[in-house]
Each structure stands twice: as structure tokens, then as C-alpha cells.
């Protein structure tokens, strides 16, 4: 497959609007499993509704907190359909896309025929990463779907603003980046480096969202909104009005939560967010391998970090 560069002045995506429009809680939807173990459509529905009724505007479908790696294929590409069907006016869907480059192209134009606006672009995860790989391989995708912008997913120190600058003069449909490595010191050097008007969304969630909107980010993922959130939003909102100590309200109030997401290297992401939602009734707590359900000292800690964020009365629930 040849390494294309994309430079069709014709290119209908408009960078301005999506950029203004990602710059917001960009949420990371679980994907909940029958009892079976077989992805529930239904719930799954259900659950980007909620998102949605709660002031979401924009999922990431396959995402990490999705498990974007223990799904099968026909799985990722329902999920995104699904997502995608769930959608409002103002909602913009960003299919997650990966692995080898022929998957992640395939993935991509799936996306595009089924409404997608965006493609985020997990990093190819190989022993050995080039960072001019790299590029290669996120302007590939980009010119696959020109119509679709697209945020390449860093989290790695390898990819310097120059990688970045070059990727976005070969694929000017690449609108901003996911940016995940963990030290706001080298993510400002890299986002000055690579200069453009781009967005960059903090890759980390909402624990490190602080530190990386003083360095230029205005945007976050997030797998706890999936619990809560209003929680998100009010870290959100008081990032932009620059209310610092709003922002160290809601900090304290989600590091139990979130540390015990970032535990043992992240192990237990996914498995401490869908217990989360277990509690409240809103999904089971079953995951994929190689994700684990929680042990009984785990849930109870869990249960303890969420004691505070009941989910309202009247939501969809799970028996």
C-alpha cells in the first residue's frame, strides 16, 4: 500500500467547526456483554442514550474503555453502528480505529458510511514503533476517508512535534490529536513543536485534564462519564471559567475512583468502570480478557469511591 499524500484542496471536512465541536468531554462508551458474553446491542443503545440525554456530544465508539482490542471484528463494526444509529443534530461520533493499516482503512470507511464524523486512530501497538511508521501509517487512514476528520491517539514520547507537523501536511484532515503520554512538560513541547491550529484533547482523563488544559489542551476523554456525568462536566465547565477551586473539588473527588483505574498499570481500567456501573444498575460487571472482573476487596473499594455519585432515580436499570 503506497504512502499517500493528501492535499485535495476540495476536502469537505471543515476543520474550524470539529474542532470547536470536539473541544469537550469526548466520551468513551463501554461496551456491555449478555450473560452469554456476547456484546448486548440492546444495552448498549441504551447507554449511548443516556450519554447523550446527560449533555454528550461527542462518543468515541471503540474507544479503550470500550475494549476496543477484545472485540472481534464483526463486534467493533456493530458497536460503531449501533453508536452511530443513537446519535442527535449535534452529536459527533468518533469511530475508534486500529490494528494492521488494511483493518484500520476498512474500519475507517466503515465508519464513514455509517455516520461517523471522525476517526480517532488508536496507536498501532508493535514492539518496534517508528515514529516516521507512524506518520505513514496515520496519513494512510487519513487519505482512506478524506470526508472524515481525524485524531491520531499518542502515548508515546517517540512521535515529537515535528512527527506531528508532518502528518498534518500530508493529511490535512488530521484536525487534532488524543494526547496520552503522562508528563504535561514534554505534552508542551510537543504541542509547540508541532505548531498548526490543532486540538488537543488530554488523553488521560479527567485526573490529568488540569494539568494539560495550562498547557494548551481543551478537550478530555473520559470513561467515568460513562458513571457520572455530571461529574465530567463540572470539571469541564470549571476549566473554562477558570475556576480553580472547583477544579480541586472535583479532583478529590474522583482520585479513589480514578486511582483505582490507573492501578497495577491500568489492569483493572475498564473492570473498575463497568463495577462502577454494575452498582447503579446500569450494565454487568463482566469484561473481556484480557481485562478481569474485580475481586470482592476491589468491588467494596470501588463501591466506596463511588458512595457519593448514585446514579438518579429513574434511569434504565439492570435487573
Known sequence: MTMPDLTDPTDPTDPTD?????????????????????????????????????????????????????????????????????????????????????????????????????????????????????????????????????????????????????????APNVVGLKYSVPDPVHFAAVRDDAGHDLLWIAGLAESWAPAYWQAGARGFTSGLVNVAPEVSFALLEALRAGDGATVARVSRQIRAFEALRARHGSADNVSVVKEAMHLAGLCDRSVRPPSHVLDEAARREVREAVAAWAAPAGEERVA
Open 18 to 170: 470539529l474542532r470547536d465541536r470536539l473541544a469537550t468531554v469526548v466520551g468513551i462508551p463501554v461496551v456491555p456483554y449478555d450473560p452469554q458474553g456476547r456484546v448486548d446491542t440492546e444495552r448498549t443503545a441504551l447507554l449511548a442514550d443516556r450519554l447523550l440525554d446527560a449533555g454528550v456530544t461527542v462518543l468515541t465508539p471503540n474507544g479503550n474503555t470500550g475494549e476496543f482490542y477484545a472485540l472481534a471484528p464483526a463486534e467493533r463494526r456493530r458497536v460503531l453502528e449501533v453508536v452511530a444509529g443513537a446519535r442527535r443534530p449535534d452529536t459527533v461520533v468518533v469511530a475508534g480505529v486500529g490494528l494492521d493499516l488494511e483493518t484500520a482503512v476498512a474500519d475507517a470507511r466503515h465508519a464513514a458510511a455509517h455516520g461517523a464524523q471522525a476517526v480517532m486512530i488508536h496507536q498501532p501497538v508493535v514492539p518496534y514503533l517508528s515514529p516516521d511508521g507512524w506518520v505513514d501509517y496515520n496519513a494512510t487512514v487519513a487519505a482512506a476517508v478524506p470526508e472524515l476528520a481525524v485524531l491520531p491517539y499518542v502515548s508515546t514520547t517517540a512521535v515529537a512535534g515535528r512527527h506531528v507537523a508532518e502528518l498534518v501536511r500530508r
